[in-house]
Every structure is written in C-alpha cells, then in structure tokens.
C-alpha cells in the first residue's frame, strides 16, 4: 500500500454516502491494528502505548459492519521516527470527525448513533496512544 492509497482511505471518510464512510473507518481501524502490532517491539518506543492503541483500533473495528466490497488494507511501514505515525495519526481523527458527522446526522436512530460514537472515541482514543508510541 502506498501514501496514494491512505489519501484515497482519507478521501473516502469524507463521503456523502454512509456505507463509503463506513468501510474506509472499518479499513482505517483494521489497517492500523496492524500497524500498532507491527511496531510494539520497536526500539526507543512505547510499547504499551502501541498496544493500547492496537487494542482501541481492534475495538472500534469490531463494532463496525463489515465492508461489504474492497480487500483488506495493508499499511506500508512507516518511515522511522516520530513523524512516521503522523498519518496514521491523522487517519484515526479524521475517522472520529467522520463518524461525529454521521452519529449526528438526523437519519441517524438512537441505537446507531450511540455506536459510532463509542467507536468514535475508541479512534480517538487510538490516536492520542499511537502518537505517544514514538514521543510525539
């Protein structure tokens, strides 16, 4: 996977169509949980920060609908240094600013409203870890 490909997940989580936004949150949360698996063992970073993260983005995954088309995403590794999570980061709070969109929409019911948002705290929550992995 290439930075080509976390533009166009990004790109995605800005979709007018709900599934869309949906899928690309489901592929951001999988892809990262993998990532975070990825790079516990890292020299010079936290790793219990990098499984908290790992377990916050596999949290939110699971409460979210399997996409219904597409592969699974893969992350390509991130370049060394803090600056290398920078856009994992930012892909994990654009999720949340995209299921804080759909968790207020008015089509929205009760139910489904309630679980984007605990799944929009999970993303954020994966965030603020994952760029404490490597001292940001």
Same mark, same amino acid.
């Given at each position: 996977?290439?930075?080509? =490909? ?13 599934? !869309?936004?949906?899928? !690309?949150?489901?592929?951001?949360? +999988? ?6 698996? +990825? ?35 893969? !992350? ?49 929550? =994966? ?10």
């Amino acid at each position: 996977m290439s930075a080509s =490909a976390l533009l166009r997940l990004d790109t995605q989580l800005d979709s007018k169509d709900v599934a !869309a936004v949906l899928a !690309a949150a489901w592929d951001v949360l +999988s892809m990262t949980t993998g990532l975070c698996d +990825s790079i516990t063992a890292e020299e010079d970073s936290d790793e219990l920060q990098a499984m908290i993260a790992a377990q916050k983005c596999s949290e939110g995954r699971d409460r979210l609908p399997l996409p219904e088309t597409g592969r699974p995403v893969t !992350a390509p590794p991130p370049e060394p240094g803090p600056a290398g999570l920078i856009p994992y980061v930012r892909l994990l709070e654009h999720v949340s600013d995209s299921l804080t969109r759909l968790s207020a929409a008015e089509t929205a019911d009760e139910g489904t409203s309630r679980a984007l948002s605990q799944v929009k705290d999970l993303a954020s929550g =994966a965030a603020m870890a994952l760029a404490a992995v490597r001292g940001q």
